[in-house]
């Protein structure tokens, strides 16, 4: 691999930004992470993950540190949401459970949940002071002059870099540069690749929040053995309702972390308080989830409304191509994470994804270097190949879980019934990104001739 003296440049200090420092440092590369938050206040939420992503962590030597700070995965629910003549008596129905360690014939399964800012501080430590550079902005990339050399362009890219309270922008060249700032990526709209004025809204929103269990148990909304028979520390659940979802997941001992999803129009306003707004939402919900939001402190309810690119339908054969012909590199510059896909995740892998995508492009770069840009070129392909895939399951499931119309439910909950819990396996471990191999899921594509 050929050796660059001038480090290479990473837009964004989150999960997907901090991983691919990571990585790069790894295979040899030189990292400047730029950061525009100065205290790095992130939001705190839980974060499943899955065997791809703590393969990772694991090549990373961070794998024993997580698992000694998460709850770890053994059992995923999905449940329906069941009617009764009786307003107070709400309750859910089981209608698909699957054991890890079953699926993993006797191991243990690795899955896991941790705060996400608990996550990035991690990453954060592992790397070398200075690394990360704090209040700087990505300002653009300078195109090279008329008539510069061929040489030049393909060995170093410049970009300008905003300093805070200072007023002439900073030129830094690199050999490399990654844009992991997520869907508004400052990077792609510079590449020409899409604009996130092209997103367009998917139909529903999603609110999470985080709840003490002590409080339920002291305000007496439950009672202690309430609260272990309900709220089982390693199980993963998830109920489906009209038009809806309501799920919930241990992120540490005694503190739960909860989410749920609306079908909602495009000019529908949600302003804060979001509490009452949940409350009438779900108010026909099983009593954990009402308790869970009223347990909830209003500050730590956030609000996120899901988004596809306009030009997508994953469901769509045009879709489809309409995403294989948005590369995810342009010359020296490579997107990683949310930054490069062509539509929202909404089954709670993004991070797993993302840190995917770090290790593999440094994989990459480290065997075949940056000549010809054969590294990139390689990337762009097996992760396109990988996410599509993922994308159109994701939004098969997701679709099933928002319908509405009653008929439509009771065909849902006869569908789940009759699939073997091993097909309902499978499908559910290929969305959340837990792989049999002992390897990341690199499509094998032919590497000749590239």
Known sequence: MASFRKPCVVVGGGVAGLT??????????????????????????????????LHVLDRLGLGAEIRKRAVPITQCEIASLTKTLSVKQRLSKVVARFTLEEYSQGSAADAYVLDRAELQQILMDALPSGTVWRNTRFGGIV?????????????????????????????????????ADGKRSLVRGHMGVASTSQMRYAGFTQW??????????????????????????????????QGGRFGYMMMWPGMLYWYCTCNAQSNEVFLRPFKPKLLERFRDWPQECIELIQACDEATIFRNNAYNWASSDLLSLRGEREMMRMPTFRGRAVLVGNAGYSFTYNMHQQTCLAMEDAFALAQLLSQYGLKDNIALRIYSEDRIMRTRAHGRSAARLVGIARWEYPFLLRLRDRILDKVSSHA??????????????????????????K
């Open 143 to 179: 195109r090279a002059p008329v008539g510069a050399p061929a040489q030049s362009l393909q060995q170093l890219l410049t970009v300008q870099v905003l300093l805070k309270n200072v007023r002439e922008p900073l030129r830094v060249e690199t050999p490399l540069l990654v844009g």
């Open 208 to 241: 999470q929040g985080m709840v003490d269990l002590t409080r339920l148990i002291l305000e007496n909304r439950m009672t202690r053995q309430q609260c272990l028979e309900t709220f089982e520390s390693t199980t993963a659940r998830e109920i489906w309702g």
């Open 424 to 449: 309902r396996l499978r499908k559910y471990l290929s969305l959340i990104g837990f792989f049999e191999a002992g390897d990341l899921p690199i499509s094998p594509i032919s590497r000749e001739g």
């Open 20 to 53: 691919s420092a990571l990585a790069l440092r790894r295979a040899g590369f030189g990292v400047r992470v730029l950061e525009s938050d100065d205290s790095f206040n992130v939001r705190r939420m839980g974060v499943p993950i899955w065997g791809g992503a």
